[in-house]
């Protein structure tokens, strides 16, 4: 298998704005290939300046992304995404925490937006890839199929939020940085000695539509405030809140309970229940969980047949597990060789043989373990 494409490529390089983007973009034109730069304009009212946000979505990362392509000499455009990027992102994140879910936007957004309206876009103008700065690798066989993996630098890897993409997106998409054996300070290193501004620009951190950092706070102007309880695992009710979308499977800060737990230990999320609008808390070990099962499954290749061992990832920085999964209909259902802890519905889990990214789904029920001596019908894959 090979990484490299055989041919010079029409290339539309997504340029954020940021550093990892402006290197991806110059080893693309390095390379050969045909490249033109586009910064996708992702916010209807985006902030004028940098102070206070934490994004990538601010018109000056639009006015950095403009200078980089012009040092790499390559023409340079912005689109205007907004509408779609609000209708398939924003209005889906605040959708999801609603229902009690915890989503990841960065995924919807390579699904909905950088590989679908991007790349439709880019395909319709004759474009032949789209090429961003995540850290991952796209493998070509000889007979032309393509396979994602992790970057070569697992400490950089990004292939969870790419485990969305299907075969027609990997055809189309490069990325450059993915077989980087380098830390992120070589890679400022490399930026400032191509003349790239960016180079000691910060990485972009938290939700991108988020500027302030204060996910809360956010999702309360959209959805108002609705006081509910916060009840332990027996139902006592321990404290009140504003509104179940405040809070996620796992968490255990900002509980605001008033009084520790009789046994002095934290206390976590274990769950959310925004038909009753109640969140329950616990100690740690209630939130282990034996097996799950996820739904809209995406494929980065065939879909497996039959069940089968994995590693799976349950979050962009988290490490892997070993499971045993099968696609049952059109639900993946997935059992963990130990149990796992702070698995919240909503978010994906990603599957990977080796180092190649097989598929992911969205979580959307998890199970406990069982009691120690309980017998029962067997796991979701026994």
């Not at 934490?54 to 992304?65: H, K, L, P, Q, V």
């Not at 509980?255 to 109640?278: C, E, F, M, Q």
């Not at 990832?313 to 702070?342: I, K, S, T, W, Y």
Request: aromatic residues 6%.
């Amino acid at each position: 298998m090979t990484e490299t494409s055989p041919r010079p490529l029409r290339v539309l390089a997504a340029m954020s704005g940021g550093v990892d983007s402006a290197v991806a973009a110059a080893r693309a034109a390095e390379a050969g290939h045909d490249v033109t730069g586009v910064h996708l304009a992702l916010s209807a009212n985006p902030q004028s300046f940098r102070t206070g946000a934490r994004g990538c979505c601010t018109i000056e990362d639009s006015r950095d992304a403009r200078r980089a392509a012009d040092v790499i000499g390559i023409p340079f455009y912005v689109w205007d995404l907004a509408e779609r990027f609000r209708e398939d992102v924003v209005d889906d994140f605040v959708a999801e925490y609603e229902a009690g879910r915890t989503p990841n936007p960065c995924l919807r957004c390579n699904e909905k937006i950088k590989f679908a309206a991007l790349l439709d876009k880019a395909l319709a103008l004759g474009f032949d890839a789209v090429c961003t700065g995540h850290y991952a690798r796209v493998l070509t066989h000889p007979d032309g199929s393509r396979e994602l993996h992790r970057a070569s630098d697992m400490a950089k890897d990004q292939s969870y939020v790419l485990g969305v993409l299907d075969d027609r997106q990997l055809a189309h998409a490069m990325f450059p940085l993915g077989d980087t054996e380098t830390t992120k300070d070589e890679i400022r290193a490399e930026a400032e000695r191509r003349g790239l501004a960016v180079a000691k620009k910060p990485d972009s951190h938290d939700i991108c539509f988020i500027a302030d950092g204060d996910t809360q706070g956010f999702l309360a102007s959209r959805l108002g405030t609705a006081e509910g309880d916060i009840v332990d695992e027996s139902g006592t009710r321990l404290g009140t809140h504003q509104g179940a979308y405040g809070f996620t499977i796992g968490q255990r800060k900002g509980l605001r309970i008033g009084h520790p737990a009789a046994d002095g230990k934290p206390r976590y999320v274990l769950d959310i229940s925004p038909v009753d609008n109640t969140v329950t808390v616990g100690p740690r070990e209630s939130l282990d969980v034996a097996s799950l099962t996820a739904v809209r499954p995406r494929w980065c290749g065939t879909a497996p047949l039959t069940a089968g061992r994995y590693t799976a990832q349950l979050r962009a920085h988290g490490g892997e597990c070993e499971v045993r999964a099968e696609l049952a209909g059109d639900e993946l259902r997935v059992a963990f060789d130990a149990p796992v802890r702070g698995v919240a519905p909503g978010q994906a889990v990603v599957l990977y043989d080796g180092t190649r990214v097989v598929g992911s789904a969205t979580i959307a029920t998890t199970r406990k373990p069982e009691p120690a001596g309980a017998t029962t019908g067997g796991t979701a894959l026994a």
